[in-house]
């Protein structure tokens, strides 16, 4: 069975090529001035970005249960 922090770590890898593109388009979209395309891309990026601290935070919640654990 894979273990839950594996699976985070999967589900990472992807929001952060998405991020990385996000962050190359919202560029090309400042540079050209395109106000409505800039908004669309913020929004993007920060919907992504709450889901990559939402995944870090579940990975620090099973740090401390493990280090609960141990103690």
């Given at each position: 069975m894979t273990s839950r922090r594996y699976q985070i770590q999967q589900k990472l890898k992807p929001l952060y090529e998405?991020?990385?593109?996000?962050?190359?388009?919202?560029?090309?979209?400042?540079?050209?001035?395109?106000?409505?395309?800039?908004?669309?891309?913020?929004?993007v990026w920060k919907a992504v970005t709450n889901e990559i601290v939402a995944l870090h935070?579940?990975?620090?919640?099973?740090?401390?249960?493990?280090?609960?654990?141990?103690?």
């Open positions: 998405i991020r990385t593109r996000v962050g190359t388009q919202f560029g090309k979209a400042k540079e050209a001035n395109d106000t409505e395309t800039i908004e669309i891309w913020e929004r935070d579940e990975t620090y919640e099973i740090n401390d249960k493990e280090k609960l654990m141990k103690s």
